[in-house]
């Protein structure tokens, strides 16, 4: 079983940038394809990022595309997600997901193991 913890989140002003960590342990993350989703408050949780095992292919949501980028480093058991030009709806609780396999999916119940969240608060 694999622990992934988020870190990284914080309150910053529209147009600022964010860089988010999920680190492993327990296992290596190279057995799995990566995923971002975040929930904002009274909202359902949505899919933003994700990364396939390899790293050779990434997939974004609509409404983060071009502004943000995940990306992986497996011999830091770490994946990231850096969020630039941010704007108060990305205001959310951000969790990062793990997926036995090597595709992603963007559906958060198609991943195995998810993290406890990181806040991320972007004021106007």
Do not use: H
């Not at 770490?78 to 559906?107: F, H, I, W």
């Not at 198609?110 to 993290?115: A, C, F, H, M, P």
């Amino acid at each position: 079983q694999v622990q992934l913890v988020e870190s990284g989140g914080g309150l910053v002003q529209a147009g600022g940038s964010l860089r988010l960590s999920c680190a492993a342990s327990g296992r290596t993350l190279s057995p799995y394809a990566m995923g971002w989703f975040r929930q904002a408050p009274g909202k359902e949780r949505e899919f933003v990022a994700a990364i396939r095992r390899s790293g050779d292919v990434t997939y974004y949501a609509d409404s983060v595309k071009g502004r943000f980028t995940i990306s992986r480093d497996n011999a830091k058991n770490t994946v990231y997600l850096q969020m630039n030009s941010l704007k108060p709806e990305d205001t959310a609780v951000y969790y990062c997901t793990a997926r036995v396999g090597s595709n992603y999916r963007t559906t958060f119940e198609d991943y195995d193991y998810w993290g406890q969240g990181t806040q991320v608060t972007v004021s106007s």
